[in-house]
């Protein structure tokens, strides 16, 4: 491990640590009830009197989010790339995502349920569509920033145009999809919760809910910190594919 890494990964956690224990002696020193803030010990306990049930509850918010965020992989890109093809088709097509994007999912979430009803094709659909704009926004940005000498170059020596996709504008993209796609996936989570809140019998999102109509402070903080770690989680998968898959560019988180 490098010296930057090291300080990267040693600084996160001190800063945890300090919030952690600010946390507990606030609690304590001021006798905070457990139903509006429990303490972080109080959060642990919870978590491991009630792991089995936050791991089942864990599951399907995985799922929905992998999945959407698949989904929204695979219609977003070729979106993204039509739009930076065609002058037509960005003038058409953008604005109209830009005014979807501002709809608050909250606000069509219930439409989407009755549409899809309570299985997960509610939630898989929100998750989609928070995950869907930044994928498209940042691939097409990055297609359409793709340096000009790189082009004249590659139609110098003929290139057909699939080749000159495939060889130059996409590896030249690759930065703003993998941008795109770590702000996309941790978006992932927080659709797969209001789908959860909307309607769903099991989810993290579901579980944070019932442990708030029963007044159980630190289960429902627990659930909160189980969906803190699974969005991290998957924005590690991400970030890891895209260190395989750019060995040459430097972590995008560093500096």
Avoid at 45 to 59: D, I, K, P, Q, Y
Avoid at 80 to 108: F, R
Wanted: glycine fraction near 8%.
């Amino acid at each position: 491990m490098t010296s930057g890494a090291y300080y990267r990964s040693v600084f996160p956690f001190i800063g945890l640590c300090v919030i952690v224990a600010v946390w507990q002696a606030y609690t304590e020193l001021f006798t905070v009830s457990s139903v509006v803030l429990p303490s972080p010990s109080d959060i642990f306990l919870a978590s491991v009197e009630n792991f089995g049930t936050l791991m089942r509850h864990t599951w399907p918010t995985l799922v929905e989010c992998v999945l959407g965020f698949a989904l929204a992989i695979a219609i977003g890109i070729p979106i993204a790339v039509a739009l930076s093809s065609s002058t037509l088709l960005n003038l058409t097509l953008y604005p109209i995502l830009i005014a979807m994007q501002s709809v608050p999912k909250v606000a069509v979430a219930p439409i989407i349920l009755v549409w899809f009803g309570l299985g997960i094709e509610s939630k898989l659909a929100i998750a989609f569509l928070v995950a869907f704009f930044p994928i498209v926004v940042d691939t097409a940005t990055g297609l359409n920033a793709t340096p000009k000498g790189l082009l004249e170059l590659a139609k110098s020596l003929r290139a057909t145009r699939w080749q000159i996709f495939y060889k130059v504008q996409f590896p030249s993209a690759l930065p703003f999809v993998f941008a795109g796609a770590k702000v996309a996936v941790t978006l992932t989570v927080i659709g797969a919760v209001i789908g959860e809140f909307v309607g769903s019998s099991e989810g993290l999102g579901n579980l944070l809910l019932t442990a708030n109509s029963q007044l159980n402070g630190p289960l429902a903080w627990a659930a909160l910190i189980w969906l803190s770690v699974l969005g991290m989680a998957l924005f590690g998968v991400v970030a890891l594919v895209e260190r395989l898959s750019m060995p040459w560019a430097k972590d995008s988180g560093g500096h």
